[in-house]
């Protein structure tokens, strides 16, 4: 069983950076696909970037392609989302997750993370 662990949510202004970090324990980190989600009060759970096992291969949803970086250090068993040019519509609680296979659907990941708030104020 792998347990996770995200940080560094918060408030920020419109137009400003924040970056998010995913502890993993426990498991064999590398042989996980990892996933950042995120999901806003009354919306569905949505992928917004996942990498692959060993960092080489990347996938963004289109609301944040240009704008979140997704990389992970295999060593220090963590995953990272680099979030700039935020905008108010990116306001949701944000989650890290591991799955052995890669896909964009939250049902395949089936360790997650207890979420992290990102504020974005306009």
């Known amino acids: 069983q792998v347990q996770l662990v995200e940080s560094g949510g918060g408030l920020v202004q419109a137009g400003g950076s924040l970056r998010l970090s995913c502890a993993a324990s426990?498991?064999?980190?590398?042989?996980?696909?990892m996933g950042w989600f995120r999901q806003a009060p009354g919306k569905e759970r949505e992928l917004l970037a996942r990498?692959?096992?060993?960092?080489?291969?990347?996938y963004y949803a289109d609301s944040v392609k240009g704008r979140f970086t997704i990389t992970r250090d295999n060593a220090k068993n963590a995953v990272y989302l680099q979030m700039n040019s935020l905008k108010p519509e990116d306001t949701a609680v944000y989650y890290c997750?591991?799955?052995?296979?890669?896909?964009?659907?939250?049902?395949?990941?089936?360790?997650w993370g207890q979420g992290t708030q990102v504020t974005v104020a306009s």
């Open positions: 997750a591991a799955a052995l296979t890669s896909s964009q659907y939250a049902t395949n990941y089936p360790y």
């Open positions: 990498v692959s096992w060993r960092g080489l291969t990347t």
């Open positions: 426990g498991g064999t980190f590398s042989s996980y696909v």
